[in-house]
C-alpha cells in the first residue's frame, strides 16, 4: 500500500490526541484534571435536547438537503441579519457538520496549490493543516503576548502578497484569547476587499467575551463588503453541544453555492434530527448561553489569579474563549525541554492534561481550557501552583 502525499504529511491534531490521551488516563483509574480540550462541561439546552428527541420520534431520520435545514440555514441568516445587519439570505448559509467541515470546504473551494493564506499566531491547530490539505501555503504572522495577543490588522496586511487567496480571523482566539477590535477588522476587511481576497471570521468563541468587551463581528462588515466577507460558527461552544457536530459558513451566495456542491459530494447534510435540535437551541438556548458564560467568567478570574502568582509563569487574562495560555519558558530544564516535555511532565507527576504550545506555533507557552467543572478548575490549578513551586 502506498499513501497519499497529503496522509504522509498529514499528523493527528494535537488538542484532539492530549485529549484522547487523557481520555485513556482516566479510563484506566488514573485522577486527572483535563485542561486539554475545548470541550465545555455544561449540558447542551434542554431545549435542544427535547427538540432532537422530538425529532427523532417524528421520524426526521432521512436526508434533508445537502446545506442542511431550509429552516435552520433561515434561522441563521436571519439571527446575522437582526444582531449585525447582515446582508446574507439563507442561500447564503450552510450547515455543516461542525465548524470544522466548514473551514475543511471553504479552504477546499478557495485555495489552489502554492496559494497562501494568512493567519495571526498563535493559532488554532487545525487551520494549518486544513490550508496544507487544499495545496496552500499558511502564512503566519505573530502577535505579541505583551498585549495579550491582540491581533493587529497592519501586519495581516503587510503580509497580503499577490498569491495570498484567504485570511482567517479567529476572535476571540483558539489559544490565545486574544481578540480583534472593530476598527481593526474593518481596515482589514477592507484591504482584503480591495484585492479580492477572502476574509474568513471564525467566530466559534463569539459569545465567550469577558467584562465590558464586546465582540467585533465580520457579518457588521458584510453589508458593505458581501463579496469577500465569510462568518463561520458553531454549535459547539456556544450552546455546549460538541457532539452533535454542528456549525455554520454564510457569506456570499457564489462562494457559498460551491461549499454546498462539495459538501454534497463530502458529508451530504449534517444529523437530520441534530438540526432540528440545534434550530431549537438558536431560538431558546439564550438563558443557557448566559449561565454558561457566567461560569466561565468566574473560572477565567480563578486561572488567571492563580497562574499570576506562579513564579516563571506570565499569562495575561484572556479577553475571549476560555483558554488561558501562559508563557512558562522559564520551567524549562532537564526532562523537560520543551513545551511538549513540560506537558508530559505535568501529565505524569501533576495529573494535569493540558495542551503544548508549539502545537499552536508557540512553543514556550502551554494552553489550558477551563472546561471542567469549576471545583476541578481549582484543584488542577492547586497542583500546577505545586508543580511549579509556587
Ligand atoms: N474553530 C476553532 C477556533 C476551534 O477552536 C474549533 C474547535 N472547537 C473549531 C473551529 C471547530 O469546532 P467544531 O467543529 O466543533 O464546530
Ligand atoms: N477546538 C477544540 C480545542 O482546540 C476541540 C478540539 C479540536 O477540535 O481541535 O481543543
Not at 499528523?11 to 490526541?17: I, N, P
Request: glycine residues 10%.
Amino acid at each position: 500500500m502506498r499513501l497519499s502525499r497529503r496522509a504522509l504529511v498529514l499528523a493527528e491534531s494535537a488538542t484532539m490526541r492530549v485529549h484522547r490521551r487523557a481520555t485513556e488516563l482516566r479510563a484506566a483509574g488514573r485522577d486527572l484534571v483535563d485542561f486539554s480540550a475545548g470541550l465545555p462541561d455544561f449540558p447542551s439546552p434542554p431545549a435542544a435536547v427535547e427538540a432532537a428527541r422530538r425529532a427523532l420520534l417524528d421520524g426526521h431520520t432521512r436526508y434533508t438537503a445537502a446545506a442542511g435545514l431550509p429552516d435552520l440555514r433561515l434561522a441563521l441568516a436571519r439571527r446575522y441579519g437582526r444582531d449585525f445587519g447582515a446582508p446574507w439570505g439563507p442561500d447564503g448559509a450552510v450547515v455543516t457538520v461542525g465548524a470544522k467541515a466548514a473551514l475543511y470546504q471553504l479552504a477546499q473551494v478557495l485555495v489552489d496549490d502554492g496559494d497562501e493564506a494568512v493567519l495571526p499566531s498563535p493559532a488554532w491547530v487545525s487551520f494549518e493543516e486544513q490550508i496544507r490539505l487544499a495545496g496552500g501555503r499558511p502564512v503566519l504572522v505573530p502577535m505579541s503576548a505583551d498585549d495579550g495577543f491582540r491581533i493587529h490588522a497592519e501586519p495581516l496586511i503587510s503580509a497580503l502578497g499577490d498569491r495570498t487567496r484567504l485570511v482567517v480571523v479567529n476572535s476571540p482566539c483558539n489559544p490565545t484569547g486574544g481578540r480583534i477590535t472593530e476598527g481593526d477588522l474593518r481596515l482589514l476587511a477592507e484591504a482584503c476587499a480591495s484585492r479580492g481576497i477572502v476574509l474568513l471570521c471564525d467566530e466559534t468563541y463569539e459569545r465567550f467575551v469577558y467584562g465590558d468587551a464586546v465582540h467585533a463581528s465580520g457579518a457588521a462588515l458584510a453589508v458593505d463588503l458581501p463579496d469577500t466577507v465569510v462568518v463561520v460558527g458553531s454549535f459547539s461552544k456556544t450552546w455546549s453541544m460538541t457532539g452533535w457536530r454542528l456549525g455554520w459558513a454564510l457569506g456570499p451566495v457564489p462562494l457559498i453555492s460551491k461549499v454546498i456542491e462539495l459538501q454534497s459530494h463530502t458529508t451530504s447534510n449534517p444529523t437530520s434530527f441534530a438540526m432540528h435540535g440545534a434550530l431549537a437551541a438558536l431560538e431558546h438556548g439564550e438563558p443557557h448561553v448566559a449561565a454558561m458564560r457566567a461560569e466561565l467568567a468566574v473560572r477565567r478570574d480563578l486561572v488567571t489569579a492563580a497562574l499570576a502568582k506562579m513564579p516563571g509563569v506570565q499569562c495575561a487574562p484572556p479577553g475571549g474563549a476560555f483558554y488561558a495560555f501562559p508563557h512558562v519558558a522559564d520551567h524549562f530544564g532537564p526532562g523537560r525541554r520543551d513545551s511538549v516535555e513540560l506537558a508530559e511532565h505535568l501529565l505524569e507527576t501533576a495529573g494535569v492534561a493540558v495542551v503544548p504550545g508549539v502545537a499552536f506555533g508557540a512553543p514556550d507557552h502551554l494552553r489550558l481550557s477551563f472546561t471542567c467543572a469549576t471545583s476541578d478548575v481549582e484543584r488542577g490549578m492547586d497542583r500546577l501552583t505545586r508543580a511549579f513551586g509556587g
